[in-house]
């Protein structure tokens, strides 16, 4: 039969948290992407016209995740590294009537989301292109065209920091994808003359975004609990020997979390007992992010009250601290086995003699009562 022992945390045991330490870093690898995203705005016998395609993806990278063999996730960025590049033309006809230049311009926003993070660009590109003249006379039908006009590269760097509610996304074996985007992309085109016969102009604008992008993952090392501080040790025998009846029987024995810089702290969640339980007191309480090169001392009791052979064992359920991604952190067991014989007190043969002489003067008193 077992019991389980539900501990409750004592506060101010404990070390330093885990968290306080420098965190080690592994990364997803640097995904590579280029894509491109277009608009166009035309216009019929007006000054000018507006369009947009706001919201438009340009690329989607997919990122390694974060193992969670390799320790538990305090922390994750996503690191772009980028250019976009902008090109716009554009076109214009008329049929007889004065002369008209036809031109246009066009500008754009970034973004970069993932799960739990996100990242706005917020120095928009914008580029105005050329122009082209439509002459003035009963030309017929004239058309024109400008463009198209590239711009210098603009650099389109950062980092997107991944919140804490959603480090979970980024833990498995598979990937987690980034979409990159542009919030607005918009572009007008315009005629500097509408009078006359029909005329019109459209112009292009499209935005060309590569670069790379990687997550950079921040993670502690898994706890390491042991019966010993040097090296790990996952099973402790406590044996009280055979100690007298209603006496004192009390041995020393501690938790650790093996030391290292980079570890997170330990946490003693409960205890499971099986075997002659109500023979021993383990003295075990709960204990929350002990600390990496840290020890909780206990007191185990041999409990004396009655005679005979006992043997318990104790099952300790240990994880890591309550800190980071919760699919990242690992569980730990010790096992405590207490064993002991308690032996009844004999009664000392001067006390037997004592009691025998005490009966043989009773007798004797009986006998001189008269009948």
Same mark, same amino acid.
């Given at each position: 039969?077992?019991?389980?022992?539900?501990?409750?945390?004592?506060?101010?045991?404990?070390?330093?948290?885990?968290?306080?330490?420098?965190?080690?870093?592994?990364?997803?690898?640097?995904?590579?992407?280029?894509?491109?995203?277009?608009?166009?705005?035309?216009?019929?016998?007006?000054?000018?016209?507006?369009?947009?395609?706001?919201?438009?993806?340009?690329?989607?990278?997919?990122?390694?995740?974060?193992?969670?063999?390799?320790?538990?996730?305090?922390?994750?960025?996503?690191?772009?590294?980028?250019?976009?590049?902008?090109?716009?033309?554009?076109?214009?006809?008329?049929?007889?009537?004065?002369?008209?230049?036809? =031109?246009?311009?066009?500008?754009?926003?970034?973004?970069?989301?993932?799960?739990?993070?996100?990242?706005?660009?917020?120095?928009?590109?914008?580029?105005?292109?050329?122009?082209?003249?439509?002459?003035?006379?009963?030309?017929?039908?004239?058309?024109?065209?400008?463009?198209?006009?590239?711009?210098?590269?603009?650099?389109?760097?950062?980092?997107?920091?991944?919140?804490?509610?959603?480090?979970?996304?980024?833990?498995?074996?598979?990937?987690?994808?980034?979409?990159?985007?542009?919030?607005?992309?918009?572009?007008?085109?315009?005629?500097?003359?509408?009078?006359?016969?029909?005329?019109?102009?459209?112009?292009?604008?499209?935005?060309?975004?590569? =670069?790379?992008?990687?997550?950079?993952?921040?993670?502690?090392?898994?706890?390491?609990?042991?019966?010993?501080?040097?090296?790990?040790?996952?099973?402790?025998?406590?044996?009280? =020997?055979?100690?007298?009846?209603?006496?004192?029987?009390?041995?020393?024995?501690?938790?650790?979390?093996?030391?290292?810089?980079?570890?997170?702290?330990?946490?003693?969640?409960?205890?499971?007992?099986?075997?002659?339980?109500?023979?021993?007191?383990?003295?075990?309480?709960?204990?929350?992010?002990?600390?990496?090169?840290?020890?909780?001392?206990?007191?185990?009791?041999?409990?004396?009250?009655?005679?005979?052979?006992?043997?318990?064992?104790?099952?300790?359920?240990?994880?890591?601290?309550?800190?980071?991604?919760?699919?990242?952190?690992?569980?730990?067991?010790?096992?405590?086995?207490?064993?002991?014989?308690?032996?009844?007190?004999?009664?000392?043969?001067?006390?037997?003699?004592?009691?025998?002489?005490?009966?043989?003067?009773? =007798?004797?008193?009986?006998?001189?009562?008269?009948?």
């Amino acid at each position: 039969m077992s019991t389980i022992f539900r501990l409750t945390a004592i506060a101010g045991l404990l070390a330093v948290s885990g968290l306080s330490q420098a965190a080690l870093t592994a990364t997803s690898g640097s995904v590579g992407f280029n894509g491109t995203a277009s608009v166009s705005a035309s216009v019929t016998s007006q000054a000018s016209a507006s369009n947009s395609n706001n919201a438009v993806e340009v690329a989607s990278v997919s990122l390694g995740q974060f193992n969670a063999a390799t320790g538990v996730l305090i922390g994750a960025d996503l690191q772009l590294n980028s250019t976009r590049l902008q090109v716009i033309d554009g076109y214009g006809y008329k049929n007889n009537g004065p002369g008209r230049n036809a =031109g246009g311009s066009g500008g754009s926003s970034a973004a970069l989301a993932a799960i739990g993070a996100a990242a706005n660009f917020t120095t928009a590109i914008s580029q105005a292109g050329g122009a082209c003249s439509l002459a003035m006379g009963p030309t017929g039908f004239t058309d024109c065209s400008w463009g198209p006009a590239t711009s210098s590269p603009v650099a389109t760097n950062g980092t997107a920091n991944v919140d804490d509610a959603n480090l979970n996304a980024y833990v498995g074996n598979g990937s987690v994808d980034a979409v990159l985007s542009l919030p607005e992309l918009q572009v007008t085109t315009t005629l500097t003359r509408t009078q006359g016969q029909t005329s019109g102009s459209t112009t292009n604008y499209t935005v060309e975004w590569s =670069g790379d992008l990687q997550a950079d993952y921040r993670y502690l090392l898994h706890a390491e609990a042991s019966f010993d501080g040097s090296s790990v040790a996952e099973v402790l025998t406590l044996d009280f =020997g055979n100690v007298a009846q209603n006496s004192v029987a009390s041995l020393d024995f501690a938790l650790f979390n093996l030391g290292d810089a980079n570890r997170i702290g330990l946490d003693l969640d409960d205890v499971v007992g099986s075997g002659d339980t109500a023979a021993f007191d383990t003295g075990l309480s709960a204990f929350a992010d002990l600390s990496q090169g840290g020890s909780q001392s206990f007191i185990a009791n041999l409990l004396t009250a009655n005679s005979g052979s006992f043997s318990a064992q104790y099952l300790l359920n240990l994880s890591d601290a309550d800190f980071g991604a919760d699919s990242t952190r690992q569980n730990h067991q010790l096992t405590l086995n207490l064993i002991g014989r308690v032996s009844a007190v004999p009664v000392p043969g001067a006390v037997w003699l004592f009691g025998s002489a005490f009966l043989g003067m009773l =007798g004797v008193s009986r006998r001189k009562l008269p009948a």
